[in-house]
C-alpha cells in the first residue's frame, strides 16, 4: 500500500512465456500479477477480511447461535454477556447472530449492486468510448449528471420509486456505481482506441464489437477489476446509509445499517447496539478497500490515479 | 483560455437540464400523493382536490414539465405548498448552513490530511505513518452516521464538551464539520503521501540535494508543489461528494442545511422543494469541477486547455 | 400503586368529559390567571419537539402535534380545555343554548386584540368559520366545522351559531386547535402566505419562523389574560430521540415530547430534569381489513385477538408506560371497560380450527390449500415504536402458525395505501394509531366504527376496516344527535359494547403521553389529546 513502484516490477514490459498475444494483453503477466500480490499484506489482510465475512455469509444460519428472529419481549436491550456475546437488541433479539446474517444481506446487496453498476457502466463506456462523436456526448453528459447529482440523493429517489426492499437497494446502488465504470473504461477505450492494433484489426475488416470484446475490453479490464472491489465497500456504505434512513431491506431482514438506524435512540445507554453494526460495516468495507488497493498497487500504481479522477 | 472557459460554463446548461430532467421524472413516479400529505390525514376530499389544483398537480405531464422549466428560465423555482413559501426562499435559507459544514469539513480535512501526509512521507514507514495511515484507512472505511454517534456518545454525551445537535456557533460546528471531514482527511493523507513518496524518488530530487541545499527546501520546494495538482485535483472532485455526504451527516446532527432539506422533502413529495434543491446541487457541483479545473491548469503549466 | 393512580386520573377525566356534554346550561367562569402568584416572570423556554414546524396557520397546522403546539401559544379559542379536558371560557366568556339546542349564543370578552392591533370582535369569529369551511383554504380540519349552519352577529360582543341539528359535542368542536381564531386583516393580508405571518391574540407572538430550523415567539405584552411569564419561547424541531435527551440533560432544550420509555426512569432521576406522565386517547390497534378473506369472518379476527400477548408488549416495549385496551377507545375517554382477550394461544388456535384452518407444511395454517398469509403495513418511527411492535405481533404470530410479513413504507405515503376505494387497497393489516384530538367519544367511534357510506368510494373518516354493523350505525347517530347526557352515554356505551365483541381489529394499547422538562419548569401541561401545551408555563 503505497510503496513506490520498484522499476523491476513493470510487469507490461515482461516478455511473454506462451501463451496468445491479445493485443497487448499477455496470460504470463497474470502470474507476475499473483506474485506481486501475495508479498504485499496489507492486500491478504483485506482478502483474509473479505473471505471471513464470506464465509459467515454462506454459513451464517448454521453458524449463528440463535434464529435471528427469535424474539425474547422479556430480555430487551441487553448488554454483551456470556449467553448473548453481543447483547440483544430492542426485541430481545442476539444482536451477534444478527450481525453474521446481516453479513449474507451486505454481500448480496454488494454483489448485485457491482454487478448492476459494472454491466451497465461498462457496456456505455465501451460504447460511447469506441462511436465517439455526439454519441459520445451524449452519453457522457448523461453520466456526468449522474456522478454530480449526489449518490445519497440518487439512491433515496430510485429506492423511493421502486418502494423500500432488497431489490430496490440493490438496483439503487448499483445506478449510482455506474458513472464510475463508464468513464473508467470510455477513458481507456479512448486511448487504445488509435492504437495499431485496433487499427490493424479494423483494417483486416473486423467488426466493431469483436474489437471492443477482444482487443479493448481485456485492457480496460485490470482498473475495472481494482474499482470492483473499491466498489464493492461503497455498496456496503451506501445501502447501509439508505437503511440508516429507513430506505432499507424490509424489517425484520438482518441488515447492518438498518441495525445502526434502530439502534440510535438507545446510544446513550446502550451504546453496543449501535457499536457492533458499525464495526461490522467497517471491517468488511476495510477488507474490500485493502484488497482493492492492493489490486491496484499490483496491477500498475500509476493507475491510481486514473481510477481516482474517473478519467 | 477563454473559449474553454466559455465553452465549460455553456455547457453546464444543458447539464443542468438533464438534471432536473431526471429527477422531475423519477419523482412522479413515486408513490404517494403530496396534495394528500398537505390536506392531512382528516381532509375531504375537496380539499384534497383543491390542493392539488393549486398545486397544478392537475394537470398532465409534460405541461407540468413545461412549466416548471419555463418557471425556472425566470428564476422562480416554484412555490413549496408543504411549507407555504417560495421554493428560492428556502434554498437561499438553508444554503449557508451547507455551506458552512461542507467548508469546514474541507478546512479540517485538507489540513490535516496534508499534514499528516507529508509527515507521513518523510518518516515513511516509522510509527506515525503507519498510525495515521491506519487512521486513514478508518477515515474510508467507517460510516459516517456511525463515526457522528460515536463522537457524540464521547464528546457530548460522555464528556459533556460540545453540543450534540443544531446549528448556533462555532461550538455546534465542531462535531459535524468533524464526522464530515473523515472520508476526505482519510483520501487527502494518503493520496499527499503516496504523491510525495513518487516524486521524492525522482531524479531531479536527487540532484537537488546533491545540490547542497537543506532537506526542508528540498521536501517543500519541489516535492510540495508537485504533490500538491493531484491533492487539489482530488479534492475539487471530493468537495461534490461532501454535499453529497453531508445530507447523512446533517440527518445525524439536526444540521439545519439543504441535506435536511432535502430529505425532509423527498418523504414529503414536495416535489418543487427536491427539484429546487437538486437544481441548486447540480450546479454548485459542476461550479466547483470548473474552478477545479482552472485551479489545475494554472498550476500545471504542462496542461492547458484550448 | 400504578393501576390505582391510573383509575384515579381516569375516573376524573371521565367526569371531566362527561361534564362537558351538558347542554342547555349558562356558564359564567372569571378568568383564570395566567401567572400563579410569586411566579418569576421573564427567560426564555426551549421546547425541542419530535418534528417540525410547517405552517402556523391555525385550520391547517400541517404537522401533528407539532404545528397544533404552535396553535395553542399564537391563539385562543371561543372555548378551550384545561388539563384535565374540561371546557373552560377562552375568548367567550359566557354562553347559552337554545331549548332546541339548535343556537348556540356566547358572549365575547371585550376589549381583546389581535397580535395586528385589530379586535378581535364578532365579526372577526364570524370571518374565521367561514374561512375554514371554505373548501378553497384547503383546510382538512373543514368536516369538523361543518355542522354550522349559519354566524350570526347581533353586536360587536355577541356570535350566535346555528347548527342544522342539535349538536351535543359543539364546544369540544370549538376548542379542537383548528378553532384558533386569526386576524381577518391579517389573513387577508397574507393570504397563502399566512401561515408564516400568523396574528392570533395568543399569550405568544411570532418573532422569527425558519421552517425546519426554529421559531420564536415573544410575549404578547398585551395578552388578556394577564401577562405571560416567558420572554420568549423558541420551538425547534429535534427529530432524533436521543437528541431530544441531550439536549434535555444539557438544558439546551427545557420541554422535550415523545421521550423513549427507557429513558423515562433515567430523566426521572436526573437531577435537573422530571418527566410529565399523562395517559393519553391515543388507541392503536391493528386493523384489518374485512374486504379481504379471512379477515370477513369474525372467529379469525377474535383468534387474533387471543394470539397477541399485549401485557407483553406494554411491559417490554413500552416499560409499562402504556394501557391494555379495555374498549374500542382510551379507558379515560369510553366510559366503558369490556372484557379483555388475555394471551390464549391455545384459544387462538381452537378459534382458527374452528375457521376451517388446519396446519400445513412446516406447522403454519392453512385452509383449502391457501396458507394464512398476510401483509402488515407499517411506517417506522411513525408512531412511537411501531416498528418493534409490529414485529412484535409478527413474531408472536408465527407462533400459531400465522405468516405475517411486514410490509414497510414511509410516513409521509402510508395514506395513500391506507385510504383508498376498495379496488386500489392493497393492504391486508395494518399498525393504526388514532388520537381524538378534541376529546370527544362520538368523533372517536364514527371515525372509527361508522360504516362507510359509499362502498366504492374511499373511506369516509378512518373505518379503513370497512366494518359495517347497522346497529353500531344507529346507537352512534342517536349519540350523536341526543343532547340529553344520559342518552348519549348510554348510547355510546352500547355501541362500545358491540365493536368490542364483534373484534373488527385487533385491540392493542394506549400510549401515556411522555414529556421531559427541567426541574424549574413550571405550569406546562399536557392535553390527554397528545398537546404539550405552555402557554401557563414558566422557568423558576
Given at each position: 500500500?503505497g510503496?513506490p513502484?520498484?522499476?523491476?516490477?513493470r510487469?507490461d514490459?515482461?516478455?511473454?512465456?506462451?501463451?496468445?498475444?491479445?493485443g497487448?494483453?499477455s496470460?504470463p503477466?497474470y502470474?507476475a500479477?499473483l506474485?506481486?500480490?501475495?508479498r504485499?499484506?496489507?492486500?491478504?489482510t483485506?482478502?483474509v477480511?473479505?473471505l471471513?465475512?464470506l464465509?459467515l455469509?454462506?454459513?451464517?444460519?448454521?453458524?449463528?447461535?440463535y434464529d435471528?428472529?427469535?424474539?425474547d419481549?422479556?430480555?430487551?436491550?441487553?448488554?454483551p454477556?456470556l449467553a448473548?456475546p453481543?447483547?440483544?437488541?430492542?426485541?430481545?433479539r442476539?444482536?451477534?447472530?444478527?450481525?453474521m446474517?446481516?453479513?449474507?444481506?451486505?454481500?448480496?446487496i454488494?454483489?448485485m449492486?457491482?454487478?448492476i453498476?459494472?454491466l451497465?457502466?461498462?457496456?456505455?463506456?465501451?460504447i460511447?468510448?469506441y462511436c465517439g462523436?455526439?454519441t459520445d456526448?451524449?452519453?457522457?453528459?448523461?453520466?456526468?449528471?449522474?456522478q454530480?447529482?449526489?449518490t445519497?440523493v440518487?439512491?433515496?429517489?430510485?429506492?423511493?420509486v421502486l418502494?423500500t426492499?432488497?431489490v430496490?437497494?440493490?438496483i439503487?446502488?448499483?445506478?449510482?456505481?455506474?458513472?464510475v465504470y463508464?468513464?473508467?473504461t470510455?477513458?481507456?477505450?479512448?486511448g487504445l482506441?488509435?492504437?495499431?492494433?485496433?487499427s490493424?484489426a479494423r483494417c483486416?475488416?473486423?467488426?466493431a464489437?469483436?474489437?471492443?470484446?477482444?482487443?479493448?475490453?481485456?485492457?480496460?479490464?485490470?482498473p475495472i477489476?481494482?474499482q470492483?472491489?473499491?466498489?464493492?465497500g461503497?455498496?456496503?456504505?451506501v445501502?447501509a446509509?439508505?437503511s440508516?434512513?429507513g430506505?432499507g431491506v424490509?424489517?425484520?431482514?438482518p441488515e447492518w445499517?438498518?441495525?445502526?438506524?434502530?439502534?440510535r435512540?438507545y446510544v446513550?445507554?446502550?451504546?453496543?447496539?449501535?457499536a457492533?453494526p458499525?464495526l461490522?460495516?467497517a471491517?468488511?468495507?476495510l477488507?474490500?478497500?485493502l484488497?482493492g488497493d492492493?489490486l491496484?498497487?499490483t496491477?500498475?500504481p500509476?493507475t491510481?490515479?486514473l481510477?481516482?479522477?474517473?478519467? | 483560455?477563454?473559449?474553454y472557459?466559455?465553452?465549460?460554463?455553456?455547457?453546464i446548461?444543458?447539464?443542468?437540464w438533464?438534471?432536473?430532467?431526471?429527477?422531475?421524472?423519477?419523482?412522479r413516479?413515486v408513490?404517494?400523493?403530496?396534495a394528500?400529505?398537505?390536506?392531512?390525514e382528516m381532509?375531504?376530499?375537496e380539499?384534497v382536490?383543491?390542493?392539488?389544483?393549486?398545486?397544478?398537480?392537475?394537470?398532465?405531464?409534460?405541461?407540468q414539465?413545461?412549466?416548471?422549466l419555463g418557471g425556472?428560465?425566470r428564476?422562480?423555482l416554484?412555490?413549496s405548498?408543504?411549507?407555504?413559501?417560495?421554493?428560492?426562499?428556502q434554498l437561499?435559507l438553508?444554503?449557508?448552513?451547507?455551506?458552512?459544514?461542507?467548508?469546514?469539513?474541507m478546512?479540517?480535512?485538507f489540513?490535516?490530511?496534508?499534514t499528516?501526509?507529508i509527515?507521513?512521507?518523510?518518516?515513511?514507514?516509522?510509527?506515525?505513518?503507519?498510525l495515521?495511515?491506519?487512521?486513514a484507512i478508518?477515515?474510508?472505511?467507517v460510516?459516517?452516521?456511525?463515526?457522528?454517534?460515536?463522537?457524540?456518545?464521547?464528546?457530548s454525551?460522555g464528556?459533556?464538551?460540545?453540543?450534540s445537535?443544531g446549528?448556533?456557533g462555532?461550538r455546534t460546528?465542531?462535531?459535524?464539520?468533524?464526522?464530515?471531514s473523515?472520508?476526505?482527511?482519510?483520501?487527502?493523507?494518503?493520496m499527499?503521501?503516496?504523491?510525495?513518496?513518487?516524486v521524492i524518488?525522482?531524479?531531479y530530487?536527487?540532484t537537488a540535494?546533491?545540490?547542497?541545499?537543506t532537506?526542508?527546501a528540498?521536501i517543500?520546494?519541489?516535492?510540495?508543489k508537485?504533490?500538491?495538482?493531484?491533492?487539489v485535483?482530488i479534492a475539487?472532485?471530493?468537495f461534490?461528494f461532501l454535499?453529497?455526504?453531508?445530507i447523512?451527516v446533517e440527518?445525524?446532527?439536526?444540521w439545519?442545511g439543504?441535506g435536511?432539506?432535502m430529505i425532509?422533502?423527498i418523504?414529503h413529495?414536495?416535489y418543487?422543494?427536491?427539484?429546487?434543491t437538486?437544481?441548486?446541487?447540480?450546479?454548485v457541483c459542476l461550479?466547483?469541477?470548473?474552478?477545479?479545473?482552472?485551479?489545475?491548469?494554472?498550476l500545471?503549466?504542462?496542461v492547458r486547455?484550448? | 400503586?400504578?393501576?390505582s393512580?391510573y383509575s384515579?386520573?381516569?375516573?376524573?377525566?371521565a367526569?371531566g368529559l362527561?361534564?362537558?356534554?351538558f347542554a342547555?346550561t349558562?356558564?359564567t367562569?372569571a378568568?383564570?390567571?395566567?401567572?400563579p402568584?410569586g411566579?418569576?416572570?421573564?427567560?426564555?423556554?426551549?421546547?425541542?419537539q419530535n418534528?417540525p414546524?410547517k405552517?402556523?396557520?391555525?385550520?391547517?397546522p400541517?404537522?401533528?402535534?407539532?404545528?397544533?403546539?404552535?396553535?395553542?401559544l399564537l391563539?385562543n379559542n371561543?372555548v378551550?380545555?384545561?388539563?384535565k379536558l374540561?371546557?373552560?371560557?377562552?375568548l367567550a366568556?359566557s354562553?347559552?343554548?337554545?331549548p332546541?339546542?339548535r343556537r348556540w349564543t356566547?358572549?365575547l370578552?371585550?376589549?381583546?386584540k389581535?397580535?395586528?392591533g385589530?379586535?378581535?370582535n364578532a365579526?372577526?369569529?364570524?370571518?374565521n368559520i367561514?374561512?375554514?369551511?371554505?373548501?378553497?383554504?384547503g383546510?382538512?380540519?373543514?368536516?369538523l366545522w361543518d355542522?354550522i349552519q349559519a354566524?350570526?352577529?347581533?353586536?360587536?360582543a355577541?356570535?350566535v351559531?346555528v347548527t342544522?341539528k342539535?349538536?351535543?359535542a359543539?364546544l369540544?368542536?370549538l376548542?379542537?386547535?383548528?378553532?384558533?381564531l386569526v386576524?381577518?386583516?391579517a389573513a387577508?393580508k397574507?393570504?397563502a402566505?399566512?401561515?408564516?405571518?400568523?396574528a392570533?391574540?395568543g399569550?405568544?407572538?411570532?418573532?422569527?419562523?425558519?421552517?425546519?430550523?426554529?421559531?420564536?415567539l415573544?410575549?404578547?405584552e398585551?395578552y388578556?389574560?394577564g401577562?405571560?411569564a416567558?420572554d420568549?419561547?423558541?420551538?425547534k424541531?429535534?427529530?432524533e430521540a436521543g437528541?431530544?435527551?441531550a439536549?434535555?440533560?444539557?438544558?439546551?432544550?427545557?420541554v422535550?415530547?415523545?421521550v423513549?420509555?427507557?429513558l423515562?426512569?433515567r430523566?426521572e432521576a436526573g437531577a435537573?430534569?422530571?418527566m410529565?406522565?399523562?395517559?393519553?386517547?391515543?388507541?392503536?390497534?391493528?386493523?384489518?381489513?374485512h374486504?379481504?378473506?379471512?379477515?370477513?369472518?369474525p372467529r379469525v379476527?377474535?383468534?387474533?385477538?387471543y394470539?397477541?400477548?399485549k401485557?407483553?408488549?406494554?411491559?417490554?416495549?413500552?416499560q409499562?408506560?402504556?394501557?391494555v385496551?379495555?374498549?374500542p377507545?382510551?379507558?379515560?375517554?369510553?366510559?366503558?371497560?369490556?372484557?379483555r382477550y388475555p394471551?390464549d394461544?391455545?384459544?387462538a388456535?381452537?378459534?382458527l380450527?374452528d375457521?376451517?384452518f388446519?396446519?400445513?407444511?412446516?406447522?403454519?395454517?392453512q385452509?383449502?390449500?391457501?396458507?394464512?398469509?398476510f401483509?402488515i403495513n407499517t411506517a417506522?418511527?411513525?408512531y412511537p415504536?411501531?416498528?418493534?411492535v409490529?414485529?412484535?405481533i409478527q413474531?408472536?404470530?408465527?407462533?400459531?402458525?400465522v405468516d405475517a410479513?411486514?410490509w414497510k413504507?414511509e410516513a409521509?405515503?402510508?395514506w395513500?395505501y391506507?385510504?383508498?376505494?376498495?379496488?386500489?387497497a392493497?393492504?391486508?393489516?395494518?399498525l393504526?394509531?388514532?388520537?381524538?384530538?378534541?376529546g370527544?367519544?362520538?368523533?372517536?367511534?364514527?371515525?372509527l366504527?361508522?360504516s362507510?357510506?359509499d362502498?366504492?368510494?374511499?373511506p369516509?373518516?378512518w373505518?379503513?376496516?370497512w366494518y359495517k354493523?347497522?346497529?353500531?350505525d344507529?346507537?352512534?347517530?342517536?349519540?350523536?344527535e341526543s343532547?340529553?347526557r344520559r342518552?348519549?352515554?348510554?348510547?355510546?356505551?352500547?355501541?362500545?359494547?358491540?365493536?368490542?365483541?364483534d373484534?373488527?381489529?385487533?385491540?392493542?394499547?394506549?400510549?401515556d403521553l411522555?414529556?421531559g422538562a427541567r426541574?424549574?419548569?413550571?405550569?406546562?401541561t399536557?392535553?390527554?389529546t397528545?398537546?404539550?401545551?405552555l402557554?401557563?408555563?414558566?422557568?423558576?
Amino acid at each position: 500500500m503505497g510503496e513506490p513502484a520498484s522499476p523491476g516490477h513493470r510487469s507490461d514490459t515482461a516478455k511473454p512465456a506462451g501463451g496468445k498475444a491479445r493485443g497487448g494483453a499477455s496470460e504470463p503477466r497474470y502470474t507476475a500479477w499473483l506474485v506481486i500480490f501475495g508479498r504485499n499484506r496489507m492486500a491478504l489482510t483485506g482478502l483474509v477480511l473479505v473471505l471471513l465475512f464470506l464465509t459467515l455469509a454462506i454459513f451464517a444460519p448454521w453458524l449463528a447461535p440463535y434464529d435471528s428472529q427469535a424474539q425474547d419481549l422479556s430480555s430487551t436491550v441487553r448488554p454483551p454477556s456470556l449467553a448473548h456475546p453481543f447483547g440483544t437488541d430492542d426485541v430481545g433479539r442476539d444482536i451477534l447472530s444478527r450481525i453474521m446474517l446481516g453479513a449474507r444481506t451486505s454481500f448480496l446487496i454488494a454483489v448485485m449492486a457491482v454487478g448492476i453498476g459494472l454491466l451497465a457502466g461498462v457496456s456505455i463506456g465501451l460504447i460511447s468510448g469506441y462511436c465517439g462523436g455526439t454519441t459520445d456526448l451524449f452519453v457522457m453528459r448523461i453520466v456526468e449528471v449522474l456522478q454530480t447529482i449526489p449518490t445519497i440523493v440518487l439512491a433515496i429517489a430510485i429506492v423511493s420509486v421502486l418502494q423500500t426492499g432488497i431489490v430496490s437497494v440493490m438496483i439503487a446502488v448499483g445506478v449510482t456505481g455506474i458513472p464510475v465504470y463508464a468513464r473508467l473504461t470510455r477513458g481507456t477505450t479512448l486511448g487504445l482506441k488509435e492504437m495499431e492494433y485496433v487499427s490493424a484489426a479494423r483494417c483486416l475488416g473486423a467488426k466493431a464489437g469483436r474489437i471492443l470484446w477482444r482487443h479493448l475490453l481485456p485492457n480496460a479490464l485490470a482498473p475495472i477489476i481494482v474499482q470492483t472491489s473499491l466498489g464493492a465497500g461503497q455498496a456496503i456504505l451506501v445501502a447501509a446509509a439508505l437503511s440508516f434512513l429507513g430506505l432499507g431491506v424490509q424489517p425484520p431482514t438482518p441488515e447492518w445499517g438498518a441495525m445502526l438506524s434502530r439502534g440510535r435512540t438507545y446510544v446513550t445507554f446502550a451504546p453496543h447496539l449501535v457499536a457492533f453494526p458499525g464495526l461490522a460495516i467497517a471491517a468488511l468495507v476495510l477488507g474490500f478497500n485493502l484488497l482493492g488497493d492492493g489490486l491496484r498497487d499490483t496491477i500498475d500504481p500509476r493507475t491510481r490515479r486514473l481510477t481516482e479522477k474517473g478519467i | 483560455m477563454v473559449k474553454y472557459l466559455l465553452r465549460r460554463l455553456l455547457l453546464i446548461l444543458p447539464t443542468v437540464w438533464i438534471a432536473v430532467t431526471i429527477i422531475f421524472v423519477i419523482f412522479r413516479l413515486v408513490p404517494g400523493d403530496p396534495a394528500e400529505l398537505i390536506a392531512g390525514e382528516m381532509a375531504p376530499r375537496e380539499v384534497v382536490q383543491a390542493i392539488r389544483a393549486q398545486m397544478g398537480l392537475d394537470q398532465p405531464m409534460h405541461i407540468q414539465y413545461v412549466r416548471y422549466l419555463g418557471g425556472l428560465l425566470r428564476g422562480d423555482l416554484g412555490v413549496s405548498k408543504v411549507y407555504g413559501a417560495r421554493v428560492l426562499d428556502q434554498l437561499l435559507l438553508r444554503f449557508p448552513a451547507t455551506l458552512e459544514l461542507a467548508i469546514a469539513a474541507m478546512l479540517i480535512a485538507f489540513i490535516v490530511g496534508l499534514t499528516a501526509g507529508i509527515i507521513s512521507a518523510t518518516r515513511y514507514n516509522s510509527l506515525f505513518d503507519y498510525l495515521s495511515m491506519l487512521g486513514a484507512i478508518a477515515g474510508v472505511c467507517v460510516p459516517a452516521f456511525w463515526l457522528g454517534l460515536m463522537l457524540i456518545l464521547f464528546f457530548s454525551v460522555g464528556l459533556g464538551w460540545l453540543p450534540s445537535t443544531g446549528r448556533g456557533g462555532l461550538r455546534t460546528l465542531v462535531l459535524p464539520a468533524v464526522t464530515l471531514s473523515a472520508y476526505q482527511m482519510a483520501v487527502i493523507a494518503r493520496m499527499t503521501r503516496s504523491s510525495m513518496l513518487e516524486v521524492i524518488q525522482q531524479d531531479y530530487i536527487r540532484t537537488a540535494r546533491a545540490k547542497g541545499l537543506t532537506e526542508w527546501a528540498v521536501i517543500y520546494g519541489h516535492a510540495l508543489k508537485n504533490a500538491f495538482i493531484p491533492t487539489v485535483t482530488i479534492a475539487g472532485l471530493q468537495f461534490g461528494f461532501l454535499l453529497g455526504g453531508s445530507i447523512v451527516v446533517e440527518s445525524v446532527f439536526a444540521w439545519p442545511g439543504l441535506g435536511s432539506l432535502m430529505i425532509d422533502s423527498i418523504r414529503h413529495r414536495d416535489y418543487t422543494m427536491v427539484q429546487g434543491t437538486a437544481v441548486l446541487y447540480t450546479t454548485v457541483c459542476l461550479l466547483i469541477n470548473l474552478l477545479v479545473d482552472l485551479v489545475y491548469s494554472a498550476l500545471d503549466p504542462r496542461v492547458r486547455y484550448g | 400503586m400504578k393501576r390505582s393512580m391510573y383509575s384515579w386520573a381516569s375516573l376524573l377525566v371521565a367526569v371531566g368529559l362527561l361534564s362537558s356534554l351538558f347542554a342547555g346550561t349558562t356558564w359564567t367562569f372569571a378568568g383564570t390567571p395566567t401567572a400563579p402568584p410569586g411566579a418569576k416572570i421573564g427567560g426564555t423556554l426551549t421546547y425541542a419537539q419530535n418534528m417540525p414546524l410547517k405552517s402556523l396557520d391555525a385550520v391547517n397546522p400541517q404537522t401533528y402535534p407539532a404545528g397544533y403546539e404552535a396553535v395553542f401559544l399564537l391563539y385562543n379559542n371561543l372555548v378551550t380545555y384545561d388539563e384535565k379536558l374540561n371546557i373552560q371560557p377562552d375568548l367567550a366568556e359566557s354562553w347559552t343554548v337554545s331549548p332546541d339546542g339548535r343556537r348556540w349564543t356566547f358572549k365575547l370578552r371585550k376589549g381583546v386584540k389581535f397580535h395586528d392591533g385589530t379586535p378581535c370582535n364578532a365579526e372577526a369569529v364570524k370571518f374565521n368559520i367561514l374561512r375554514i369551511q371554505d373548501p378553497k383554504t384547503g383546510s382538512p380540519n373543514k368536516n369538523l366545522w361543518d355542522h354550522i349552519q349559519a354566524v350570526e352577529t347581533p353586536d360587536e360582543a355577541t356570535v350566535v351559531l346555528v347548527t342544522a341539528k342539535p349538536f351535543g359535542a359543539m364546544l369540544n368542536y370549538l376548542a379542537h386547535g383548528s378553532g384558533g381564531l386569526v386576524s381577518p386583516a391579517a389573513a387577508q393580508k397574507w393570504g397563502a402566505e399566512f401561515g408564516s405571518h400568523p396574528a392570533g391574540t395568543g399569550p405568544y407572538k411570532l418573532q422569527e419562523f425558519t421552517p425546519g430550523v426554529q421559531a420564536v415567539l415573544v410575549r404578547n405584552e398585551e395578552y388578556f389574560k394577564g401577562k405571560p411569564a416567558l420572554d420568549s419561547v423558541v420551538l425547534k424541531p429535534v427529530t432524533e430521540a436521543g437528541a431530544r435527551i441531550a439536549m434535555l440533560e444539557t438544558g439546551e432544550a427545557d420541554v422535550i415530547n415523545d421521550v423513549p420509555p427507557e429513558l423515562v426512569k433515567r430523566l426521572e432521576a436526573g437531577a435537573n430534569t422530571k418527566m410529565i406522565r399523562v395517559p393519553g386517547l391515543r388507541i392503536f390497534y391493528l386493523g384489518l381489513n374485512h374486504l379481504k378473506k379471512p379477515f370477513d369472518d369474525p372467529r379469525v379476527r377474535q383468534a387474533l385477538n387471543y394470539a397477541i400477548d399485549k401485557e407483553a408488549i406494554v411491559k417490554s416495549l413500552f416499560q409499562g408506560y402504556a394501557l391494555v385496551l379495555d374498549a374500542p377507545a382510551a379507558t379515560a375517554l369510553a366510559g366503558y371497560a369490556g372484557k379483555r382477550y388475555p394471551f390464549d394461544q391455545a384459544k387462538a388456535k381452537q378459534l382458527l380450527a374452528d375457521a376451517g384452518f388446519k396446519p400445513g407444511p412446516g406447522g403454519m395454517l392453512q385452509k383449502d390449500g391457501v396458507p394464512f398469509k398476510f401483509t402488515i403495513n407499517t411506517a417506522e418511527g411513525e408512531y412511537p415504536k411501531d416498528i418493534q411492535v409490529v414485529e412484535a405481533i409478527q413474531n408472536q404470530l408465527r407462533q400459531i402458525g400465522v405468516d405475517a410479513s411486514i410490509w414497510k413504507v414511509e410516513a409521509a405515503a402510508r395514506w395513500s395505501y391506507l385510504r383508498v376505494p376498495p379496488a386500489d387497497a392493497k393492504y391486508e393489516a395494518w399498525l393504526f394509531g388514532f388520537n381524538p384530538s378534541n376529546g370527544d367519544l362520538g368523533y372517536h367511534l364514527n371515525a372509527l366504527f361508522k360504516s362507510n357510506p359509499d362502498p366504492a368510494k374511499a373511506p369516509y373518516v378512518w373505518n379503513t376496516a370497512w366494518y359495517k354493523n347497522a346497529e353500531v350505525d344507529k346507537l352512534l347517530a342517536q349519540g350523536e344527535e341526543s343532547t340529553d347526557r344520559r342518552k348519549r352515554v348510554d348510547s355510546y356505551v352500547k355501541a362500545q359494547q358491540i365493536v368490542w365483541d364483534d373484534a373488527p381489529v385487533v385491540w392493542l394499547y394506549a400510549v401515556d403521553l411522555l414529556v421531559g422538562a427541567r426541574k424549574n419548569v413550571q405550569g406546562a401541561t399536557v392535553w390527554p389529546t397528545i398537546f404539550t401545551i405552555l402557554r401557563d408555563a414558566q422557568k423558576q
